[in-house]
């Protein structure tokens, strides 16, 4: 079946302009998750939405950034106002509830803030 | 101290050898536990999951847990170059699904 999709793939905006990245998750999968990882660094969690349980926030590294899912599917991360230090590669993930936890990751989107 | 633990490497070993990746956790509690294979530019990719003290195989991969010492490894057998990657070890705390990862070691295999 489908995978995870991102899109766009890449993606080069100027400094103080907004972003908006898009994840859809595998068709049935209630979990989804935003990391962010820069150049030859780990995996930076952002955000987690859980069916519609209140999303854990908890990895936002500032104000600028948003994210929404809509109809327990497809999400929307939003940077505001970006900065050269927003420049990464934006990986989604999703997962099914109950139990087993395993992530499937999406190929991620390329941001360049320049 | 970091909640998940990975030596960074680069790991280097010959092709056709055993390369062990190794991986602690600093939470007691947790239950499921990941390796992820991530070539150069690409995503992580999901190999091996263990719940259960022990070893667990599949094709030349090998996923070990030891709950009692909080270590997880993983054992990739007649080690190939397409081998080569960053191998990331991840846990889940349970009853909830937000997973934390370690930084990953870097695996070279050496034709």
């Known amino acids: 079946g489908a995978g995870v999709s991102q899109s766009p793939s890449n993606k080069v905006t100027e400094k103080g302009k907004d972003v908006e990245l898009r994840c859809d998750p595998i068709?049935?999968?209630?979990?989804l998750y935003w990391y962010r990882q820069s150049l030859g660094q780990g995996l930076e969690f952002l955000i987690y939405?859980?069916?519609?349980?209140?999303?854990?926030k908890s990895g936002l590294p500032s104000d600028r950034f948003s994210a929404e899912r809509t109809g327990g599917s497809v999400s929307t991360l939003t940077i505001q106002r970006t900065q050269q230090e927003d420049s990464a590669v934006y990986l989604c993930?999703?997962?099914?509830?109950?139990?087993?936890?395993?992530?499937?990751f999406g190929p991620g989107t390329r941001l360049t803030v320049t | 101290q970091k909640e998940v633990e990975q030596n960074s490497g680069p790991l280097s070993v010959p092709e056709g050898a055993i390369a062990s990746l190794n991986c602690t956790y600093s939470d007691r509690g947790s239950q499921s536990f990941f390796w992820y294979r991530q070539y150069s530019g690409k995503s992580p990719e999901l190999i091996m999951f263990i719940y259960s003290n022990g070893d667990k195989e599949d094709g030349r991969f090998t996923a070990q847990l030891n709950k009692a010492s909080q270590y997880v490894s993983l054992l990739i057998r007649d080690s190939q170059p397409s081998d080569s990657a960053t191998y990331l070890c991840?846990?889940?705390?349970?009853?909830?699904?937000?997973?934390?990862f370690g930084t990953g070691t870097k695996l070279q295999v050496i034709p």
């Open positions: 993930a999703s997962s099914v509830s109950g139990g087993t936890y395993e992530q499937y």
């Open positions: 991840a846990v889940n705390s349970g009853g909830y699904q937000k997973v934390t």
């Open positions: 068709s049935g999968h209630t979990a």
């Open positions: 939405f859980q069916g519609n349980s209140a999303p854990d």
